[in-house]
């Protein structure tokens, strides 16, 4: 008896150091203690304290550890660790750890999390957002741009350059706005409202390209020369990476340059012939700077001994000789400028090369430090802002269409749906606030840009997707009255740009993830690389040991964590929200523990089974994407009206948290393992649900009423009401329709018939003659009308109007339709009236 109470404290002891991962040294003198009651109680013998010593003894000698224990260790290491391509050791190198290194520690630090300041803007940038980026709002016809003038107006143009929206990022001391990333993601948000032309427009030139380069790496004569020119809109930058062949493996450019002499301007000069082959580069056909990625060469060695000098980025002016560019594709018939850039041995001075010749190869590593920062920013920004007005309109709507005498927002099924695009937009910008500042605190969140870039994109579609059902015809109908089918179309684009979806989730979140985010990974890495023997000796060592250190206290911990449901873990809050805290560090140590099974079990072998990578990606992304939205609650001042958005957005991720985590271990390379896995992490099956029907209804609600917490969900979107708006329009309708609401019913109970809800100047007409109504509210219900038409109305046109191609001939049918400028309001086509 005496001996399995011992044994029992001797588990326990192991346990709890390795719960609290104590260091290795006071875990030994734990342990040695309970040896030591061992032997008063005459349970531990001389065997036993020989086997004891035979383990702690070696692990706390540092000097023979590392000799005898680490070093064979070392040598098997270098032997099956896979090479790592340059290009990959410079996307590891680039960006920075941030929230996402917590979250793979297994034990995140919610204090942490909490103290991350909340983004604000500057009276500047509010300033910006109410006045220029209304204004650049009001002066867009969707339905102009899209199908007339298959761009923005000139006057469009001339007032973005004109007021800076191309140089956002741009410094002050070069003319820029210099503003933070956190307004650009609320200008693009607002801006995306009014479609993906206007916003890929502005989008662009402050993301990934000549600007964010030069400001980092030019030289002070580039950055003199361009800054203040781009800043002032004289300049229309767009980079090219991507040709033909080299799509999503954009390390593979097949495009050249060649160092060599030449006549640059009448003088010889040295510089490089350039052949190269690019498509689908947004702003191209109208640019006037070409950022340009290719492989530099130096077969004469005129730079130095290296022939293959690597990736490199120049700038070459739009009018430079030989350059083919002006042609346009048409991405999905979302007109926005986007073409392709041809060149065949066009020979420019080195000095076209950003940051001078001594970046000549650098290339690949500025666009990798660039674009872990772009990621966080423009396709986030552009989906949450999207959704956002998504919401807005798809609320009103369902509230104003009624079907079978019920607003159709009313029916459970639309209900479903509706809580999709409200708890995925509560989350999409509480991710969105969250990674600007992240970036705005200097960090470059390579990690989490990829998980911003993946998640929002594909959120949108999601949301994007339940609206148009939600819309039915109205959202299928294209027209000036139309504010979902450009959005609708446009989403595979935000899919494909900036690392397409399916690459970036099967290999880019974890891919990186498991490298940078890991505490010891990399650690381990570096210092097997390491060319000076004893420093790499010492460095492995500690790496390894507090690697292995972290995977033994990984196994108790998630064992403790999952036979208790983590309800003794540590929460910042005791009130609702504190479960999702305690889940988020249960998945969080799942993770870390799954981690080092996969990579022990798989080795290099894991980068190529993506969808294990895939799945442990989306456990790491899902906890990111809930720790946003716990301190968005939190720094919205935990509003109880926000309640079921902040439970929908944590419920349906915790969800799918749990789906990712099943599906690794269902698929899980080794049965054996993945079923001991799942004994560890889950012995008792799936906990997590996804959100119910009543919560469903509750948001359904929230995007039906005007309220201070569907306020807050759509703020910042562009609101007036005003002619030309047609979102705007619909919130007034939305308020007007629900203050008819108990009009309708005072007029059906007196005249003892439950009407329609349509043709609501006739009710009105029916009220006054009953005497249930006055004047103003007679007016009212007929104001209401033509908003609720113009609300479910869609547009018609001639068949000549959507021809591109006129009829020639004085005989064909020469029909004229009547000029259109909004939406026809004929008469309710309703099947109600
Ligand atoms: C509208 C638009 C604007 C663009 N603007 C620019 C621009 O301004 N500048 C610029 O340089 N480029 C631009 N691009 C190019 C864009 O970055 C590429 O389209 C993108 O990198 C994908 O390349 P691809 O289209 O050739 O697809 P492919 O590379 O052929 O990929 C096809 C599919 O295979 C998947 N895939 C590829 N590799 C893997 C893998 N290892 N594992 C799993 N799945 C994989 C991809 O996810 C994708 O689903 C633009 C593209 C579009 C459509």
């Given at each position: ?23 290795l ?16 109680t ?9 086997l004891?010593?035979a383990i702690?003894?070696?692990l ?8 005898n224990i680490?070093?064979?260790?070392l ?8 090479e ?11 960006g920075t ?13 919610w204090q ?18 109410d ?24 006057e469009?143009w ?14 002050k001391?070069?003319?820029g706005?210099?503003?933070s990333s ?13 479609g993906?032309v ?11 390209g ?8 030019g ?23 991507t040709s ?33 082959n ?17 492989k530099l ?26 350059l ?8 999905l ?16 001075p ?9 970046m ?5 590593r500025?666009?990798?430090?660039c674009?872990?920062?772009?990621r966080?920013i423009?396709?986030?920004s552009?989906?949450?802002?999207g ?12 509230r ?19 809580a ?18 992240g ?15 993946y998640?929002?994109?594909?959120k949108?579609r ?17 027209g ?15 899919i ?8 970036t ?13 890991h505490?010891y ?7 097997a690389?390491n ?20 995977a ?5 911990r ?63 992304s ?5 720790s946003?939205v ?18 929908w ?7 799918k ?15 054996a ?16 649900k ?7 209804h ?20 562009y609101l007036t ?9 619909m ?8 203050a008819?609401e ?24 029916k ?9 103003q509210?007679?007016e ?21 109007e ?26 309710a ?5």
């Amino acid at each position: 008896m005496h001996g399995l109470l011992w044994l029992l404290l001797l588990v326990a002891t192991i346990g709890s150091v390795s719960y609290l991962r104590l260091k290795l040294i006071n875990a030994t003198i734990a342990i040695a203690a309970v040896m030591l009651i061992g032997t008063f109680t005459g349970i531990t013998g001389l065997f036993s304290w020989i086997l004891f010593l035979a383990i702690a003894l070696p692990l706390n000698m540092e000097s023979f550890r590392r000799q005898n224990i680490t070093l064979p260790i070392l040598k098997i290491y270098k032997k099956i660790m896979p090479e790592m391509s340059r290009t990959e050791q410079e996307a590891i190198n680039a960006g920075t750890v941030w929230w996402d290194g917590e979250i793979f520690s297994g034990k995140p630090d919610w204090q942490k999390l909490h103290s991350i300041p909340q983004p604000r803007l500057t009276p500047e940038e509010q300033a910006f957002l109410d006045g220029p980026v209304d204004e650049a709002c009001r002066m867009l016809d969707e339905w102009q741009v899209n199908h007339k003038l298959a761009d923005l107006p000139p006057e469009l143009w001339q007032f973005l350059k004109d007021n800076k929206f191309f140089a956002m990022i741009i410094k002050k001391e070069y003319g820029g706005l210099q503003f933070s990333s956190y307004a650009q993601s609320r200008v693009l948000q607002k801006l995306s409202a009014k479609g993906a032309v206007l916003s890929s427009t502005v989008g662009v030139p402050n993301s990934l390209g000549p600007g964010e380069l030069l400001q980092h790496y030019g030289t002070p004569e580039q950055q003199n020369h361009y800054l203040p020119r781009l800043a002032e809109g004289l300049e229309i930058p767009c980079f090219a990476l991507t040709s033909p062949d080299a799509g999503s493996d954009a390390g593979a450019i097949p495009d050249s340059g060649i160092v060599c002499k030449g006549t640059f301007e009448g003088k010889e000069v040295l510089g490089m012939k350039l052949t190269f082959n690019k498509r689908y580069i947004t702003l191209a056909p109208v640019a006037t700077v070409v950022g340009l990625a290719f492989k530099l060469y130096d077969p004469e060695h005129l730079l130095g001994e290296e022939e293959n000098l690597g990736i490199t980025c120049a700038l070459i002016p739009a009018d430079t000789k030989g350059l083919e560019i002006g042609n346009r594709h048409f991405p999905l018939n979302v007109p926005f400028q986007n073409g392709p850039v041809r060149g065949k041995d066009i020979f420019v001075p080195l000095d076209f090369i950003i940051g001078g010749a001594d970046m000549a190869g650098q290339g690949w590593r500025m666009l990798v430090e660039c674009l872990s920062v772009g990621r966080c920013i423009t396709l986030p920004s552009n989906s949450a802002g999207g959704s956002k007005t998504v919401a807005m309109a798809t609320g009103a709507y369902a509230r104003i269409r009624r079907q079978f005498k019920l607003p159709i927002g009313k029916m459970e099924g639309i209900e479903e749906m509706m809580a999709r695009i409200g708890g995925n937009t509560y989350l999409m910008d509480a991710v969105t606030s969250m990674s600007t500042m992240g970036v705005d605190l200097g960090e470059k969140p390579s990690v989490i840009g990829a998980i911003c870039k993946y998640h929002l994109t594909e959120k949108a579609r999601n949301v994007m997707e339940a609206a148009m059902d939600i819309h039915g015809g109205k959202g299928i109908m294209l027209g000036p009255n139309n504010y979902l089918g450009r959005g609708y179309q446009s989403i595979p684009i935000g899919i494909t740009v900036e690392g397409a979806n399916i690459l970036t989730r099967n290999m880019m979140i974890y891919g990186q993830g498991a490298m940078r985010c890991h505490p010891y990974v990399l650690k381990e890495l570096y210092a097997a690389n390491n060319n000076d023997r004893a420093e790499s000796l010492k460095e492995f060592d500690q790496a390894l040991f507090g690697h292995i250190g972290f995977a033994i206290s990984n196994v108790f911990r998630a064992l403790w964590l999952s036979l208790t449901g983590a309800i003794f873990a540590k929460a910042p809050f005791s009130d609702e929200t504190a479960g999702y805290y305690r889940s988020m560090e249960r998945f969080s140590t799942n993770l870390a523990l799954l981690s080092d099974v996969s990579m022990g079990v798989l080795g290099g072998e894991l980068k190529r089974r993506e969808r294990l990578s895939a799945r442990l990606g989306d456990m790491l992304s899902y906890i990111y994407l809930a720790s946003t939205v716990l301190k968005r609650f939190d720094d919205e001042g935990r509003q109880q009206e926000d309640l079921p958005l902040m439970h929908w957005a944590m419920q349906d991720s915790l969800h799918k948290l749990e789906i990712a985590q099943e599906e690794l271990l269902q698929n899980f390379p080794s049965n054996a393992l993945g079923m001991l896995l799942k004994v560890l992490v889950s012995p008792f099956g799936k906990k997590y649900k996804r959100p119910s029907d009543a919560l469903d209804h509750q948001i359904a609600k929230i995007l039906q009423t005007p309220g201070t917490s569907r306020n807050r969900l759509i703020q910042g979107q562009y609101l007036t009401r005003e002619e030309g708006n047609v979102i705007g329009q619909m919130e007034q309708t939305l308020e007007d329709v629900i203050a008819c609401e108990p009009l309708y019913d005072k007029i059906c109970k007196a005249a003892n018939e439950r009407f329609y809800f349509t043709q609501l100047d006739e009710l009105a007409k029916k009220g006054l003659e009953l005497g249930v109504i006055n004047q103003q509210e007679a007016e009212l219900l007929t104001r209401t009308e033509i908003g609720r038409l113009q609300a479910i109305n869609v547009d018609d046109f001639s068949p000549e109007e959507l021809m591109v191609e006129k009829p020639k001939s004085p005989k064909a049918p020469a029909k004229k339709a009547p000029a259109k400028k909004k939406a026809t309001v004929k008469k309710a086509t309703d099947s109600e009236s």
